[in-house]
């Protein structure tokens, strides 16, 4: 690969890495923000039984943005270039999870969140369309690959950033920390700017966009890509249900189980302050790192099996991953660590959609059915986090319980296996 090429997948990481860093801020935030919006005093038996509910709301609210976003830039993408899409989708959820910082209440706070929604779904499909259209054939795999290795590493900035703010700078000021910790969705508009005065659109686009008619959403579902289309589709719907629903309660479970300890040990309220920040951190960084390392392993194994084996191994091993550390009885601080088998399994294969979903389309319409299939399930999978959220009430051992449940998802994900379309060896289609 080239200075150019490389320049190209660097923008692209960066973006998806604060994509991902904006969009699971809130769920770092929340056992602090739920319950300061609804003037209920954090951490009591009140705000234990409301902040599942309200954080599946929010997740769900966040998954239908970002499908909507997805399918409307994606199309944008298509018509308008890569890197315009990309710039003004970075601007669009910096400035949006900024603004959550100035929520007076839930419902301002969800206007604003589905602003940032609106472009963190769009940022996906025009960076995964440009690094495959520019990187060399032969190496397509692996910067796809190499590409979302920046969502494990966005979100262990996030729990970095949320640990430093509301773990230790302001530990003693909750009702507070989470606004400041909003705040840092700022950061991605310096990478914005960097995007549009030094990445080029891409070559393959600018050909396709000068020889043919602007794409349509209705052709994914003519003779020609509708077999494709519905592989793309069904392959992400099983893994945005299975992350969503596990990754959304992830720092809400490892509060509560803190808070539990801490009351066990008698601790006062600094200390609980510090545990629930230090537990918090076990449990995102274990699933991050699990991911980061799930990610590249999806290389060889579509490689030398393919896309249809990899699926299938991911799914098993998601299923059974989820039943284990959920469904067995293990310590609190055991059931954090195990985040890392979780986050290898349901995290790692999504480092697949970022080549496998661009290799289903020609150049002209890559950005609209990566960007449809990609995210028109995210309406689908919304129903995954508010049915955890729903059932969740009561304190950790309800979300435990219905964590538990979401395993049986990737293992019947396995019976859409033979529809998916295999493109292993097959040339970018132009």
Known sequence: MNRAQWIVLLAAWLGWGFDCFDALLFN??????IPTLLGIPIGSKEAADVVPYWNGVFSSLLLIGWATGGILFGKVADRLG????????MAMYSLGTAACAFAPNLAVLAVFRFIASLGIGGEW????AMVAEVVPERRRVEAGALLY???PIGLIG???VDHLIAGVAFVDQPEMSWRYVFLCGLIPTAVALGVRWFVKEPERWQSAATASAPPAIAELFTPQWRARTFSGLALAIIALITWWSCNAFLPTLAAGLARAEAAAQGLDASATGGLIGTWKSIALNSFNVGGLIGTMLTV???????????????????????????GLDLAPISRLWGSFFVGLTIFGVFGSFTYYLPELYPTRLRATGAGFCYNAGRVLAAAGPFWVGSVAKGGPDAVVDALFFIGLVP???LLV????????????ND
């Open 82 to 89: 890569r890197t315009r899409t990309l710039m003004l989708t």
């Open 149 to 151: 290795t920046a969502a």
């Open 125 to 128: 499909a025009a960076g995964a």
């Open 300 to 326: 060889p194994i579509a490689k030398r099996l393919g896309r249809r084996v990899m699926f299938g191994v991911y799914f098993l091993a998601s299923g059974l991953a989820i039943l284990a550390v959920f």
């Open 158 to 160: 996030a729990t970095f």
């Open 28 to 33: 770092f935030v929340a056992p602090n923000c």
């Open 411 to 413: 293992l019947l994900g």
């Open 417 to 428: 296996l033979p529809m998916v379309i295999e493109t292993k060896d097959q040339p970018l």
